[in-house]
């Protein structure tokens, strides 16, 4: 015969109903996400970045000339009340890295980037290539 183990899982089932519910969606741990779009004249990379700001963002060009994007974000909601204690108390903590291998034809010296919206931009203009002349001669025959 096997002992019976009890326990009293009434109190964490009623907090998880208070908390999440269609109310208050659950947190969730994925990355953010990233449009590529080229151009004749450019590339453009889109990260989807609600709430943040540009501070929260480090963008870099790696020593092997790749482009890297890190974004970093704390923030602790307290509300201080001597009369209660928490039952519940929320952090807020989001970190993203991501390493995008950049084409030849991109200009690292031109590269740009700004957040507006929720969304961080980065241009990245290409080299600009002189079209080749057209050269037309005559083609002896022997």
Same mark, same amino acid.
Not at 3 to 27: A, E, G, K, Q, S
Not at 41 to 54: H, S, W
Not at 61 to 83: A, F, P, S, V, Y
């Given at each position: ?5 009890? =326990?009293? =899982?009434?109190?964490?089932d009623?907090?998880?109903?208070? !908390?999440?519910? *269609?109310? =208050? ?18 590339y ?8 943040? #700001?540009?501070? *929260? !963002?480090?963008?870099?060009? @790696? ?9 970093? @974000? ?8 001597? @009369? ?24 690292k010296? #031109? ?8 969304v961080? =931009? ?21």
């Amino acid at each position: 015969m096997l002992p019976i183990h009890r =326990t009293n =899982t009434w109190l964490p089932d009623v907090f998880n109903d208070l !908390f999440f519910n *269609d109310f =208050t969606p659950r947190v969730s741990n994925t990355s953010p996400a990233i449009n590529v779009i080229e151009s004749e004249k450019e590339y453009k990379v889109e990260l989807a970045a609600p709430g943040m #700001k540009k501070e *929260d !963002f480090d963008v870099q060009i @790696n020593e092997n000339g790749d482009l890297h994007i890190r974004l970093e @974000n704390k923030q602790e909601k307290k509300e201080e009340d001597k @009369n209660t204690h928490y039952l519940r108390r929320e952090f807020s903590y989001t970190k993203f890295e991501q390493t995008l291998i950049l084409p030849e034809d991109v200009e690292k010296e #031109k590269i740009s980037a700004k957040v507006e919206h929720g969304v961080l =931009t980065i241009d990245l203009p290409k080299i600009e290539q002189k079209p080749a002349p057209k050269i037309g001669r005559k083609v002896e025959v022997i």
